[in-house]
């Protein structure tokens, strides 16, 4: 083995040990500093030596961006689905057939969380990941290698080397809430349906075509099952605990029991415990630890009958549906909302609940006047799942969706594709031209401060701003009168928003709202494109080159600059100033390289998502919490007190403003 294929595997062996102890064992033993260092290291020695390639080199998490067609796999041991059990007494009588059958042998129990995402098996050849294959109809199911390589909580090469040559790892793919919220976030910023719950956004992430879009969404996996021909473990408990050392994640909820009695008390802490989880779980399954006794109770032909999954109740209420409004979001997706007779729900009194869209109307059947039922689960909106029909009135007529926009009349649209119905009258529509305000002050886009959306609408309802561009025009004696400002509040709002001439090209982008241009696509269009002049003028098949553009955006594009009014809108906007062009940055160095920086509080040169800029442009790390490998917190006015309070104990220094911007000077 030559010198660079030696580093190559180093590389590989260190980045791989340093993943396991990230994400599964949530004990890192180097900096993301330094695992960067490291990671960038091997991409350029696999560039520079492209016949050492591996499949499973941890430079594969990032995702290629070929997209291909999902083959059809048939799986080594049928992938069966559980019985399910709702009472106490269920699972009782599950336990007395199963000690029946035993023939009074002594029985142990092992509990374990029902994730509630999709059901993956793993293939590994020589401590490899080969495949990984979704569950299909049981039989056959998809190959979603590619995107399963993404994700960091599956080991790509394992530990040790005590691991059987061939077999198959079950488990879960699911989306925690913090990745759930985010993606919701992020899609309805840029016009996009949300997903209705973690489960059905982790199922449709593992279907895209392109790897990159998986390893941004925050995907994990637990394991819960082993499988191969002449496994070296006598129950299901051992197998389990022996993965987690080859580097797999097992739930440290998993427990071994020897009753009953304890699988109840398991199931009543967890179903009140639950909520606390940073992922969504509907149940328990309970299945017999001891391997052999398993083969002994056998299978039917969908089901392991050592087996079973008890399900917890969903938190749900009864309520009347009193009437249905029809909301207009910024980028024109209408929404359809629920008036409910007010009704107590886990904890809170519900009035209103999502219906997503004409589909989920049709589905329910819904009808003013139903009995519906409205549950909360892991949900912060409220959704209705279903209608009592035996108590419906036979006169009640079918609800009609709306086919007219409720705020100006115009026709609605609803593209092949989509679920939600648009309006299409961007430029003068109220509630889009006042949306799209709101998005162009707020702190990721155009950060203006003072101007909140009661102040907006304010300014709106009075004629005094028809557009983004009007802010530019605004004056003293224009605010000074409205409800709540007064000479203080409008000069601050004034110097915001003169201030906000100093946002850079990429953020400007992201704010003048293009329907599907995103705060990251916004920054790879930005990049490539360097002006607003070539972005108007780029054709489809240009727009189509840059990193992250699909047909979807490059046509949202195309259609946004055939609007007259939108031209108008831009050349007013960089008449005011504002900035249409990428700068060169000439502050950019690596003073901070290697430094790991908590921004926290107020500040005044800068606003905190340009600190976040600067930090990165001069190679600092942005991290969000602080630690003993924190080297300093730029530290503004009104700074978080927990954060002032771990600083002091650790000993992290507090930097302000003026020394950061010394420091880079």
Request: one cysteine or more; hydrophobic letters at 35%.
């Amino acid at each position: 083995m030559n010198q660079q294929e030696q580093r190559i595997a180093e590389l590989r062996k260190i980045l791989n040990e340093q993943n396991y102890n990230y994400y599964v064992l949530n004990d890192p033993l180097i900096s993301d500093y330094e695992f960067d260092r490291l990671l960038n290291e091997l991409k350029e020695l696999e560039a520079r030596y492209p016949e050492y390639y591996d499949e499973n080199s941890p430079t594969a998490r990032v995702g290629s961006d070929l997209q291909h067609e999902f083959e059809q796999v048939e799986h080594t041991y049928p992938m069966l689905s559980l019985g399910n059990t709702y009472s106490q007494d269920e699972l009782r009588d599950f336990g007395n057939r199963l000690q029946k059958e035993l023939e009074g042998q002594s029985v142990r129990y092992d509990c374990e969380l029902k994730f509630d995402g999709t059901a993956i098996s793993l293939v590994y050849r020589d401590g490899r990941l080969v495949r990984a294959v979704t569950r299909g109809d049981g039989m056959r199911g998809d190959d979603v290698t590619a995107n399963v390589r993404t994700v960091k909580s599956v080991p790509l090469v394992l530990l040790g080397n005590d691991y059987p040559a061939f077999f198959e790892m079950r488990g879960e793919i699911y989306m925690p809430h913090a990745s759930f919220k985010r993606l919701n976030a992020e899609r309805e910023e840029i016009g996009e349906s949300l997903f209705a719950n973690p489960r059905n956004a982790a199922a449709g992430t593992l279907k895209q075509q392109n790897p990159q879009v998986v390893a941004h969404r925050g995907l994990e996996c637990f394991v819960y099952g082993l499988y191969g021909d002449r496994l070296p473990f006598e129950s299901h408990y051992d197998a389990l605990q022996k993965a987690r050392e080859w580097g797999f994640r097992v739930s440290d909820a998993m427990k071994r029991v020897s009753s009953l009695d304890e699988v109840f008390r398991y199931i009543a802490y967890w179903d009140t415990h639950r909520a606390a989880l940073p992922y969504d779980t509907d149940g328990v399954v309970v299945k017999i630890d001891d391997y052999r006794q398993q083969r002994q109770i056998g299978f039917t032909a969908k089901a392991p009958r050592w087996a079973v999954a008890y399900k917890f109740k969903a938190e749900r209420a009864l309520t009347r549906l009193e009437s249905v409004d029809y909301q207009v979001g910024r980028t024109g997706a209408i929404t359809p909302v629920a008036n409910l007779e007010p009704v107590k729900l886990a904890g809170t009194v519900v009035r209103r609940a999502s219906l997503h869209n004409a589909e989920q109307i049709a589905l329910l059947d819904i009808r003013i006047g139903d009995m519906v039922y409205v549950e909360k689960g892991g949900e912060i909106i409220p959704k209705i799942t279903g209608v009592d029909h035996s108590r419906r009135d036979l006169f009640v007529r079918p609800l009609e969706y709306i086919t007219r926009c409720p705020a100006c009349g115009t026709l609605l649209i609803r593209e092949e594709g989509e679920a939600k119905h648009y309006c299409p009258n961007a430029t003068h529509c109220p509630p889009q031209i006042l949306g799209r305000i709101i998005h162009f002050i707020s702190r990721k886009a155009m950060n203006i401060d003072g101007l909140g959306e009661e102040t907006v609408e304010l300014l709106y309802n009075n004629g005094i701003i028809k557009d983004i561009a009007d802010l530019y025009t605004l004056k003293k004696e224009d605010l000074v009168p409205l409800e709540r400002l007064g000479n203080r509040s409008a000069q601050r709002i004034l110097d915001s928003i003169e201030k906000s001439l100093k946002v850079p090209f990429p953020r400007v982008l992201f704010a003048i709202g293009i329907r599907y241009v995103g705060e990251t696509t916004a920054k790879k269009i930005a990049a490539a494109v360097r002006d607003i002049e070539r972005l108007r003028s780029a054709t489809e098949e240009e727009l189509l080159q840059i990193d992250e553009v699909g047909g979807k955006i490059a046509g949202s594009i195309l259609k946004f600059f055939q609007d007259e009014t939108n031209i108008q809108i831009i050349e007013r906007l960089k008449n005011a100033g504002v900035s249409f062009e990428m700068q060169e940055n000439v502050s950019q160095s690596e003073r901070l390289s290697g430094k790991n920086i908590v921004i926290s509080g107020v500040f005044t040169e800068h606003s905190r998502e340009e600190y976040k800029m600067i930090v990165e442009q001069n190679g600092g790390k942005i991290v969000s919490s602080v630690s003993s490998k924190t080297t300093f917190i730029l530290a503004g006015e009104n700074m978080g007190p927990s954060k002032r309070e771990k600083a002091e104990k650790l000993g992290i220094p507090l930097v302000n403003e003026r020394e950061f911007l010394a420091m880079l000077s």
